[in-house]
């Protein structure tokens, strides 16, 4: 079965600090691969996606930056953070064949100070 | 812009009562919709998802309805439980050209009163 990891689960860094949140999916070949962040309280807004090794779509022009170095790993990153990149991040894949629902993984809570 | 809400942000049931969860979307050429679970502190969960050629389904305890004509979307939880109690997100895409990019409303918050 497929199975999504996220890690670290939380996060506290301090402003100006750089930011690197994994992805991994196993079970699966070739998946799309997303970056959501979720403001508290609020739908998800939709950060970058990924068909495919170093093909990375930029959604929202921001503070962050993804990468895919491997088939089914997925990096965000920042260089250095803002106190508006405050905020629940969530990874999702889903299958390339059919680009239907989402899959995703538990999380990362970042607070930036 | 397109966009994907729900009438209300709230829900309060009884244990043991239906529950039913609205979402209007707008973009009229949006074929699939997908509802998720999020319970506190976790990523969203799929629940059930429904194509626009169908106007019902159903899975375990829960049904999506859509009407078309509307732009309307419905989530039904039957025999509501105490563990039912999350948000609630529904979803719209365009299959397959967005590259499953669904489109988030703001989710709708259900608690189960025992």
């Known amino acids: 079965s497929q199975t999504i990891h996220q890690w670290p689960a939380t996060l506290v860094q301090p402003v100006g600090s750089p930011l690197s949140l994994e992805c991994t999916v196993e079970?699966?070949?070739?998946?799309?691969l997303y970056w959501y962040r979720q403001a508290a309280g609020r739908g998800l807004q939709l950060l970058f996606y990924?068909?495919?090794?170093?093909?990375i779509s930029s959604e929202v022009p921001q503070n962050l930056s993804a990468s895919r170095p491997q088939d089914r790993q997925f990096i965000l990153s920042s260089k250095k953070l803002l106190l508006s990149d405050s905020g629940f991040y969530l990874c999702?894949?889903?299958?390339?064949?059919?680009?239907?629902?989402?899959?995703f993984g538990s999380g990362t809570q970042l607070s930036v100070l | 812009g397109e966009s994907v809400g729900l009438h209300l942000p709230t829900l309060s049931v009884q244990e043991g009562d239906n529950s039913i969860i609205n979402c209007a979307y707008s973009?009229?050429?949006?074929?699939?919709f997908i509802w998720y679970k999020q319970e506190s502190g976790k990523g969203p969960q799929f629940i059930i998802d429904?194509?626009?050629?169908?106007d019902k389904r159903q899975g375990q305890r829960v049904t999506v309805l859509l009407n078309k004509t509307v732009k309307h979307l419905s989530l039904q939880i039957a025999a509501t439980q105490p563990g039912d109690s999350a948000v609630y997100f529904c979803?719209?895409?365009?299959?397959?050209?967005?590259?499953?990019?669904?489109?988030f409303g703001d989710g709708t918050t259900l608690t189960v009163k025992p």
């Open positions: 999702a894949w889903s299958a390339r064949a059919t680009n239907e629902k989402l899959f």
């Open positions: 990924s068909v495919g090794i170093g093909q």
């Open positions: 979803a719209e895409n365009i299959i397959p050209s967005n590259a499953g990019k669904s489109t």
């Open positions: 429904i194509r626009s050629n169908m």
């Open positions: 079970g699966t070949s070739n998946p799309n």
């Open positions: 973009n009229s050429a949006s074929d699939y």
